[in-house]
C-alpha cells in the first residue's frame, strides 16, 4: 500500500546543531505534510508542500518537496531544546476523497541543551 | 487549537469490559478519525467517518466498532477490551481540501 519511510528513525543532536530528517515514497505524491508531536503531546499540522520542487520555511524549519513529488525534507537550523519531539510526514491515500493519512513512525528529534 | 476534546482523558479498565471512548469537536468539520499509537508503530488509523453515519475501516480496525449520530460526535467502543488494546488513542477531524488534520489532546487506555 501507499506508504512513505522516514529516515532516520531517531536523532540525537547538541543543541544549535542543525537537523534533517527525509521522507520517501516509491510512488507519486499528490502532496506531502507535516507534523510535530512533543514528548506526552498531541500531533500538530506543521505545513503543506504541494507544488514540485516547493520550498517553505517557518522560522529555523525548512520544508522541501522532490521534484518528482517522491520525497520531502525538513531541515531545522540551529536546533533548541524546543524542537525536541516526533515529526511525521503521513502520506495521503489517494483513492476517494477522504483525507485519510497513513503515519509512519516519524522521526523522534532529541537535543542536548 | 482546534476545538476538539477527547473523554475521557485516562481510564483503566479490566479485560472483557466494553469501553467508549468520546471525540468532540466544535469546528463543524466533516472528517473525523480515530487513530492509536504505540510505542514502535507510530499512529495507526482505526476508523475514519466522512459525514454523520458515514464510517469505514481503517489499518487496525478488529476489535474496534465507532459511530457517529452528530457531525460533533466520533465514538469510538471496544466491545470487549483486550490487554493489547492498551494504547494512546488519538481522535482527529479535518474539514476537508487540503485535509490537514488536527488532533485532540487524547485518550490514554489502560487494559489489566
Known amino acids: 500500500g501507499q506508504q512513505v519511510m522516514q529516515i532516520p528513525q531517531y536523532q540525537h543532536v547538541q543543541e544549535g546543531e542543525d537537523f534533517t530528517t527525509y521522507c520517501n515514497s516509491s510512488?507519486?505524491?499528490?502532496?506531502i505534510q507535516w507534523y510535530k508531536q512533543r514528548p506526552g503531546g498531541h500531533p500538530v499540522f506543521l505545513i503543506q508542500?504541494?507544488?514540485?520542487?516547493e520550498v517553505k520555511k517557518q522560522k529555523r524549519l525548512t520544508f522541501q518537496f522532490g521534484e518528482a513529488k517522491k520525497n520531502s525534507s525538513l531541515h531545522i537550523t540551529a536546533t533548541q531544546t524546543t524542537d525536541v519531539g516526533t515529526y511525521f510526514c503521513?502520506?495521503?491515500?489517494?483513492?476517494?476523497?477522504?483525507?485519510?493519512?497513513?503515519f509512519g513512525q516519524g522521526t523522534t528529534l532529541q537535543v542536548k541543551p | 487549537d482546534a476545538g476538539i476534546t477527547q473523554s475521557p482523558r485516562h481510564k483503566v479498565t479490566e479485560t472483557g469490559t466494553p469501553v467508549t471512548l468520546r471525540c468532540h469537536q466544535t469546528?463543524?468539520?466533516?472528517?473525523m478519525y480515530w487513530y492509536r499509537q504505540d510505542p514502535g508503530h507510530g499512529l495507526r488509523l482505526i476508523h475514519y467517518?466522512?459525514?454523520?453515519?458515514?464510517?469505514d475501516k481503517g489499518e487496525v480496525s478488529d476489535g474496534y466498532s465507532v459511530s457517529r449520530s452528530k457531525t460533533e460526535d466520533f465514538l469510538l467502543t471496544l466491545e470487549s477490551a483486550t490487554s493489547s488494546q492498551t494504547s494512546v488513542y488519538f481522535c482527529?477531524?479535518?474539514?476537508?481540501?487540503?485535509?490537514?488534520?488536527?488532533f485532540g489532546p487524547g485518550t490514554r487506555l489502560t487494559v489489566t
Open positions: 482527529a477531524i479535518s474539514g476537508g481540501l487540503p485535509y490537514e488534520q488536527y
Open positions: 510512488t507519486t505524491l499528490s502532496n
Open positions: 508542500l504541494v507544488k514540485s520542487g
Open positions: 503521513p502520506a495521503r491515500v489517494s483513492s476517494g476523497n477522504t483525507g485519510k493519512l497513513i
Open positions: 469546528e463543524n468539520h466533516r472528517y
Open positions: 467517518s466522512y459525514g454523520v453515519k458515514d464510517t
